[in-house]
């Protein structure tokens, strides 16, 4: 059974870093395009950053450049956020999202194929000001 089970989120203030996890089961990272999405309360989920595992090209939403770095340890079968200078916009349920030979990182993060995707349930970043 394909699994992915996020972890990190938490409370934290402006200014703070925290970092995410995403630990994979039921399948590797090979091959795969991976990416962490978010989701604010009256809001459109939005593409945060997703990876291409194999190539390890990367794409950051503008709003997280120079503040988010994605990153994958496939020896655990884990992937990564980590994201510093945090921002109260920055507030939202974080999700990780997977694709076996998915789209190149940026349509992911866009949009493309996220209904053939793998989910997890999501984690709660809170950022106050």
């Known amino acids: 059974e394909v699994q992915l089970v996020e972890s990190g989120g938490g409370l934290v203030q402006a200014g703070e870093s925290l970092r995410l996890s995403c630990a994979a089961s039921?399948?590797?990272?090979?091959?795969?395009?991976v990416g962490w999405f978010r989701q604010a309360p009256g809001k459109e989920r939005e593409g945060v950053s997703c990876?291409?595992?194999?190539?390890?090209?990367?794409y950051y939403a503008d709003s997280v450049k120079g503040r988010f770095t994605i990153s994958s340890d496939n020896a655990k079968n884990t992937m990564y956020l980590q994201m510093n200078s945090l921002k109260p916009e920055d507030t939202a349920v974080y999700y990780c999202?997977?694709?076996?030979?998915?789209?190149?990182?940026?349509?992911?993060?866009?949009?493309?194929?996220?209904?053939?995707?793998?989910w997890g349930r999501g984690t709660q970043v809170t950022v106050s000001s």
């Open positions: 999202a997977a694709l076996l030979r998915g789209p190149s990182p940026n349509y992911y993060c866009s949009g493309y194929d996220l209904l053939l995707s793998s």
């Open positions: 039921g399948f590797t990272f090979d091959d795969y395009t």
């Open positions: 990876i291409s595992i194999s190539g390890s090209s990367t």
